[in-house]
């Protein structure tokens, strides 16, 4: 009975935010503007009215481009042989890059709890990223859940970032809720400020600041426009540094595209198992993004796995390749030349990837984290930016494309378990590598199963 005591409340707040937050959109998302989407529901109305009339408009507007042929009316013949070609690539655009909710799963409470159990631990130390930069603006305060924990996030009138739990120290008021004054946080309930290192620095009614007031202050960095933060279960400051990109320095940066975020039921661990899983890609991933092309063709993928030097300064880090060659569907070697894209993903820690694409027509550069809000549910952003030229068409159609084979991924990756001590064979691919990698990750304190300390 105690044991079912202490699980209610968990269950409550679990099964909630499951069936709220399990929802994978790309574009038309949650977060998308009222305006925008209505534009896109607009859309998407003419093209399924004009798809039913599809043929007869076809026949309409082909017998009026030859009547005004006939008629010598060619201006006419044009204007509407050049809406219907815009109608088909509108039509094609929509199909490619507009796409809707795959099948909800549900996802119970209890079940998640007894999943979570069979995995490792859900917060390994690492550096994780707490949001995009321009999410807290100067003199805005946020608060963020992630690592089974709760966040002040704000930053400062001068610039500077800061994260603090998010529980006043006084009476426990949620600082989130308060606000940026100058370069303190002013709590909610009775005004009591702090700094971004945490400590109290003004409360308003009494004489003296005991020495003791402070909330703790977490260790952040910001680069690549986004603010990571270091977790470890010891509260040990930073092993490992992130550095600076190449790409996004120096005289030619590459420009800022687009971002997205989703949230997925699933171990953090198994997005780094997923790459050297060289066996999956058959089965898994075919399906590609413009409808019924998988009749017609199919991608290769050639994929190798690197652990950074053990003891080196690049021990945290990862390195990921895979080769994706385009053929035909009765082909067995000739692949089409320069519809391919190399792949190259450097992980900076176990939950922060950096995919360099390399396509004939430009340089792709996508930024993908993953940050554990609970052990079985991951926040997945993506940050993508393109070398100065390369066409924005493209950059979305590649991101979509590795989007759709992540969403293949996670299909799987919400429904599984972990085995410690998996069946391998010689030609599954370096997956073991990339377990004994990842546990340095992790230390004897972290903690298994799920944990939802705030
Ligand atoms: S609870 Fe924050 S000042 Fe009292
Ligand atoms: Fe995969």
Redesign the pocket.
């Known amino acids: 009975r105690a044991k079912n005591f202490a699980y209610q409340p968990i269950a409550a707040i679990n099964s909630d935010r499951m069936k709220s937050e399990s929802k994978i959109r790309l574009f038309i998302s949650k977060n998308s503007g009222v305006l925008s989407t209505l534009l896109k529901l607009a859309v998407v109305a003419v093209l399924m009215f004009s798809a039913s009339s599809f043929f007869q408009a076809d026949l309409a507007s082909l017998t009026a481009f030859a009547l005004a042929l006939l008629q010598n009316r060619f201006v006419y013949g044009f204007l509407v042989f050049l809406s219907t070609l815009g109608a088909l690539l509108v039509g094609l655009y929509v199909c490619v890059f507009v796409r809707f909710k795959p099948k909800e799963l549900k996802f119970d409470a209890l079940d998640e709890e007894k999943r979570a159990a069979a995995f490792p631990p859900g917060y390994p130390n690492s550096w994780w990223k707490l949001c995009d930069s321009e999410e807290v603006r100067p003199g805005e305060v946020k608060e963020i859940n992630i690592l089974g924990r709760r966040f002040a996030v704000f930053r400062t009138e001068d610039g500077v970032i800061s994260a603090l739990d998010a529980y006043?120290?006084?009476?426990?008021?949620n600082?989130s809720q308060g606000k940026v004054v100058g370069n303190s946080l002013e709590?909610?309930?009775?005004?009591?400020r702090f700094g971004p290192d945490g400590q109290c620095v003004d409360?308003p009614y009494a004489k003296n600041i005991p020495k003791n007031a402070a909330t703790r202050s977490w260790d952040l960095k910001e680069l690549w426009g986004m603010v990571m933060i270091w977790y470890h279960c010891d509260g040990i400051p930073p092993t490992w540094e992130l550095e600076d990109l190449p790409e996004l320095c120096g005289d030619n940066p590459y420009t800022f595209r687009f971002k997205f975020r989703a949230e997925v039921n699933m171990h953090v661990q198994d997005f780094a198992e997923n790459g050297p899983d060289s066996a999956h890609f058959a089965p898994v991933h075919q399906e590609m993004t413009i409808p019924f092309a998988r009749y017609l063709f199919k991608i290769r993928h050639v994929t190798s796995w690197r652990n950074g030097e053990f003891g080196s300064d690049t021990h945290h880090m990862g390195y990921f390749a895979d080769d994706a060659d385009l053929m035909f569907q009765w082909s067995e070697s000739d692949i089409i030349p320069n519809a391919g894209a190399r792949v190259a993903a450097t992980f900076h820690g176990p939950g922060l990837v950096v995919f360099r694409f390399s396509t004939a027509l430009g340089e792709i550069l996508l930024v993908k984290s993953f940050t554990p809000i609970a052990p079985l549910k991951q926040r997945m952003d993506d940050r993508v930016f393109a070398s100065p030229k390369t066409w924005n068409l493209l950059v979305k159609y590649i991101i979509l494309e590795a989007n759709t084979q992540f969403g293949q991924d996670i299909q799987l990756w919400s429904r599984k378990s972990y085995s410690h001590k998996p069946l391998i064979v010689k030609e599954d691919g370096n997956i073991l590598g990339v377990r004994r990698w990842y546990k340095q990750f992790y230390t004897k304190n972290s903690r298994r199963g799920m944990d939802l300390s705030w």
Not at 187 to 192: D, E, L, T
């Open positions: 006043c120290p006084h009476l426990a008021a600082l709590c909610p309930f009775h005004a009591w409360i």
